[in-house]
T-cell receptor, first 113, second 114 residues
């Protein structure tokens, strides 16, 4: 069962920031927001995760709204290599059950030269 | 670290044949996951193991599918007999306990059943 809603596709100009939204209005208090991406023909790759505070690492920033019902993944300077499908997942770390590991259909980001 | 290793990378077989997919998780990781990805259904969790013990196999499509993890460094996913609808990319992922619960995925096995 989908716990998240993402737009099916987005375009972004190379060098510009890519902002990928995710709605998770039914998120529970102990569920984290994880982002993965899958470049064509490769396995999914972890990007970032957070609970309620904004997070930043060398790949991206994660902005979570105060009510935690939505979040945005930001790629500050998109490159052609960032073209991929991006998955937003909510789950309890270490939790059991297939519903705790539901990837959905993600957002296909295309970075345009 | 070599990452998660899967073999074979590509497998073409005929309907009715037995297929065995293999996965070596990252050393020190104690959870292992098998996923299947198709265009129609996306990425689906089939089964996962904690400390070599199957925890949830509710995603396994039917009795033709079976998975084992005889030790911490090896797992297999077997399909017997295989059918054309089993054609997909099968991914294995591993996680280290007590960390950020980040899943590290292998490169996948592309299975084609004719």
């Amino acid at each position: 069962d989908a716990k998240t809603t993402q737009p099916p596709s987005m375009d972004c100009a190379e060098g510009r920031a890519a902002n990928l939204p995710c709605n998770h209005s039914t998120i529970s208090g102990n569920e984290y927001v994880y982002w993965y991406r899958q470049i064509h023909s490769q396995g999914p790759q972890y990007i970032i995760h957070g609970l309620k505070n904004n997070e930043t690492n060398e790949m991206a920033s994660l902005i979570i709204t105060e009510d935690r019902k939505s979040s945005t993944l930001i790629l500050p300077h998109a490159t052609l290599r960032d073209t991929a499908v991006y998955y937003c997942i909510v789950r309890v770390p270490g939790g059991t059950g297939a519903n705790n590991l539901f990837f959905g259909t993600g957002t296909r980001l295309t970075v345009i030269p | 670290d070599a990452g998660v290793i899967q073999s074979p990378r590509h497998e073409v077989t005929e309907m009715g044949q037995e297929v065995t997919l293999r996965c070596k998780p990252i050393s020190g990781h104690n959870s292992l996951f098998w996923y299947r990805q198709t265009m129609m259904r996306g990425l689906e969790l089939l089964i996962y193991f904690n400390n070599n013990v199957p925890i949830d196999d509710s995603g396994m499509p039917e009795d033709r599918f079976s998975a084992k993890m005889p030790n911490a460094s090896f797992s297999t996913l077997k399909i017997q007999p295989s059918e054309p609808r089993d054609s997909a990319v099968y991914f294995c992922a591993s996680v280290v306990a007590g960390g950020t619960d980040t899943q590290y995925f292998g490169p996948g096995t592309r299975l084609t059943v004719l």
